[in-house]
């Protein structure tokens, strides 16, 4: 009798609820669930989230053949050059822009752009030198608001 009372007391210790180990293993599997959902959520948002690139204004110029190359860098005094300008949007969303042209001093250009974003301006652009020497044919291009220069190119024209 004494074996089947050790028999019948192990299973009942087995079989009995034990409250503290229940207890905690229903937080251990509650905070594995969580866990698993929470990397779930973080794997679905990057999943459907597009990854946005860099934000950024292209702006060039452009010799008279569409081609950064065979710019007018020497001209007659009272001779025509003329480049290609260029502006495009990769701000994510539209942007406003002014566009001044300075030759030697003098604002040849002054002229407010609006872009959506992916949109593109371009522009040829004729200028005239009067005074003999080296000058720097410079153009300036301001994001709305700024009073400082977003983008800045130049080219140097001597004119004889």
Same mark, same amino acid.
């Given at each position: ?47 459907? /989230? #597009? ?10 110029? *452009?010799?008279?053949? &569409?081609?950064?190359?065979? =710019? ?55 200028? /005239? #030198? ?10 300036? *291009?301001?994001?709305? &608001?700024?009073?400082?220069? =977003? ?10």
């Amino acid at each position: 009798m004494t074996v089947l009372n050790r028999g019948r007391t192990r299973e009942s210790r087995k079989t009995q609820p034990n409250p503290g180990m229940k207890r905690a293993d229903a937080v251990i599997i509650i905070i594995l669930l969580l866990l698993a959902a929470g990397a779930a959520a973080a794997i679905i948002y990057v999943i459907v /989230t #597009p990854k946005q690139g860099e934000r950024f204004t292209e702006f060039y110029i *452009l010799g008279p053949g &569409g081609v950064a190359d065979d =710019y007018p860098t020497s001209l007659e005094t009272g001779g025509k050059g003329s480049v290609i300008i260029g502006v495009v949007n990769h701000e994510h969303g539209a942007a406003s822009y002014r566009l001044e042209a300075d030759y030697g001093g003098l604002v040849l250009k002054d002229e407010n752009i609006t872009l959506r974003d992916g949109g593109n301006y371009t522009e040829n652009f004729s200028f /005239t #030198p009067v005074v003999n020497g080296t000058s720097k044919l410079e153009f300036q *291009l301001y994001k709305e &608001g700024s009073n400082e220069p =977003y983008r800045e190119l130049y080219l140097w024209v001597t004119a004889t």
